[in-house]
């Protein structure tokens, strides 16, 4: 095992956690109805709008940040992004080493940044039917996938880092 990722395993075809839904299309579908929903039935918070434009941008840019640190590092690794496809190694450096899904924590980042710089309470509360996808049907597969996949090194590895942040 180097320090970047655990050991390759050689993956079969089927061998997966079997999302066929992908996250980032999850992620596509709650905004847009969020921006839906905004437009249909404005819900403007009432708060002042410069802080909440900094603020939204700072989450925004952050949750991009750290997603994109996440996602780089599997890209650089070789290691598949997509969730019906089989994992190489396991990814425990970089952003994983703070999370074990900060490219879904920045998805939910992104969310609630955009909802915050539009001062939007339909795209502030955007990210609870995704947070809500990934934690009760993405996760829980792509765990109970790469502890069969893993064994002892994810174990390890959930014991050390958070699930979320």
């Not at 095992?1 to 299309?25: L, Y």
């Not at 929903?37 to 403007?44: C, I, Q, S, T, Y």
């Amino acid at each position: 095992m180097n320090a970047h990722t655990s050991p390759k395993i050689k993956a079969t075809a089927q061998d997966s956690p079997g999302i066929q839904f992908m996250p980032p299309r999850a992620f596509t579908l709650s905004l847009l109805a969020g921006i839906i929903l905004e437009l249909a039935f404005p819900w403007h918070l009432p708060l002042p709008f410069l802080p909440l434009l900094i603020g939204g941008l700072a989450v925004f840019w952050g949750g991009f940040w750290f997603m994109m640190w996440g996602h780089t590092r599997f890209q650089n690794l070789g290691v598949n992004v997509k969730t019906n496809r089989p994992a190489q190694s396991l990814v425990v450096q970089g952003a994983h080493r703070y999370s074990r899904n900060p490219m879904y924590v920045g998805f939910l980042m992104i969310l609630i940044g955009i909802g915050l710089a539009a001062r939007s309470g339909w795209l502030l509360l955007d990210f609870l039917p995704l947070a809500a996808y990934l934690r009760l049907y993405v996760i829980p597969r792509e765990e109970a996938y790469l502890q069969r996949r893993f064994a002892e090194t994810y174990t390890q590895y959930c014991q050390k880092v958070r699930r979320w942040l």
